[in-house]
């Protein structure tokens, strides 16, 4: 049986930037009662505290969860005094700046600079730099309706590949990109989880709603990590039932 149960946050536990709803963190703390529990997602720290940890209810056990924002390259553990960041792979100054100036060039080669935008439209997260074409705090409903077929973000990840020979470009959220050093992806956070941990790759099971060849969390199943691909919230739901059933009846 497997001991951790990792997530996707965006589209898997939660619709994008929005809070778990009440079925769903009734469900996770009953899951960190039956197991270890790993969220990791492209949003950085504040994100984890306003769509996840702040919606727990009070019977989650917090010592048994691990946030991984920013794709995983940092981990935060409660360690029973509150949230303590464990590790965080940052950017060089150099780095960051040789990012954005690319991002800025390939927004105006993809003609995407006249794109309505609510917020940022480029977020350094330390770790990651995120492109979100409609901003960051961007409307559901123009979300879902900007690049349905993904032909607009395969656009800027062909620009900017070339450009940015050191780092990996791929899809996150419905109108993101996130950007890392290459080979830091959600499959290089699992292993760091599993080195922390000391729970073993073959005893976590990996759901994410973006488990697709060029998808920011196919890393984990081409890793070799046990993935069940996910369509929405909803059947993530009955995914952690199924799971939640396993667990207590063997205990």
Known sequence: MKQLVAFDLDGTLAESKQAIDAEMGALLAR???????????????PQ???????????????????????????LYRNEGTGWTQIYADNFSAEERDTIIAALDKAIVEAGLQDDPAWGEKIEDRGSQITFSALGQEAPLDAKHAWDPDFAKRKKMQAILEPVLPE??????????????RKGIDKAYGIKRLSEISGIATTDMIFMGDAIYPGGNDYAVRAAGVDSVAIRDVTETKRVIEGILYCLETQG
């Open 167 to 180: 780092f990996t470009v791929r899809t996150g959220g419905s109108t993101s990109l996130d950007i890392t």
């Open 31 to 45: 899951l960190t009662r039956a197991a270890h529990v790993a969220v990791i997602s492209g949003g950085d720290w």
């Open 48 to 74: 984890f505290e306003a769509q996840l940890i702040g919606n727990l209810p009070a019977e989650a056990d917090l010592s048994r969860l691990l946030a991984m924002p920013t794709s995983g390259t940092k």
